[in-house]
């Protein structure tokens, strides 16, 4: 398990650096991003019932709410919500072209996809996409679902959220995060933070305890 922990957080210095610099370079501070009020949610079962869930609940109470979940059905415009529905065609356009347009103009030919200086690859770009939507918008609260694993997950760029959860755990794209239940639950908990509330659904006792060790470690 030790080797696996110092693997990952060798993989999340690179991935998150260069999410980050995605966000910079397409005009976002880390104090704008930092304005967003964030849920992170992560699982292997459940995850993206548990973000929607989230979303309605929240909206219910009057909040204004963005909700970023992967991966759509139909159109992409799927994956990111504001107050439960995509945004209209025109606006996606809209933000689209004026992120991909940023990003292109201060591309840097060449150099590994880590530095973060070349086009990001599709779900981080949606992810930094997601980013401008939301502050545009006006939104309350967001939730934001992880893609795949957590700790080196695009989404894993939130320095501050609000809550945090993990549903349940089980085997899944063992390739990238390991071949146990323990190891999973390494890359689920990696989205743990200082001073954050984490919530999780009943695990194995092996992998519950490796969330708390990583929840002291957090702390």
């Known amino acids: 398990q030790e080797s696996n922990r110092l693997k990952y957080e060798g993989k999340m210095g690179l991935v998150i650096p260069m999410v980050n610099k995605f966000i910079n370079r397409s005009g976002l501070t880390d104090e704008e991003v930092d304005k967003l009020n964030m849920i992170h949610i992560t699982g292997t079962k459940g995850k993206g019932s548990t973000s929607a869930f989230t979303e309605s609940i929240l909206r219910q109470h009057g909040y204004r709410t963005g909700l970023f979940t992967s991966p759509h059905l139909v159109e992409v415009r799927e994956r990111i919500r504001v107050n439960g529905k995509p945004i209209s065609k025109e606006k996606y356009c809209e933000y689209f072209w004026k992120v991909y347009n940023k990003l292109k103009e201060t591309e840097e ?3 590994p996809i880590e530095e973060g200086k070349g086009m990001p690859a599709y ?14 918008e006006g939104v309350d609260i967001v939730i934001m679902e992880v893609g795949i694993g957590g700790l080196t997950d695009s989404t894993n760029f939130i320095r501050n959220p609000v809550a945090c959860a993990i549903t349940s755990l089980g085997l899944e794209h063992t390739d990238d995060l390991g071949d146990t239940i323990e190891s999973i639950s390494l890359q689920k908990s990696g989205i743990f933070k200082k001073h954050c509330p984490a919530i999780t659904a009943p695990q194995y006792t092996s992998a519950m305890q490796v969330m708390l060790n990583s929840a002291k470690e957090t702390q």
């Open 109 to 111: 030919v060449g150099f």
């Open 123 to 136: 779900f981080a770009f949606n992810v930094v996409l997601s980013l401008h939507i939301f502050l545009n």
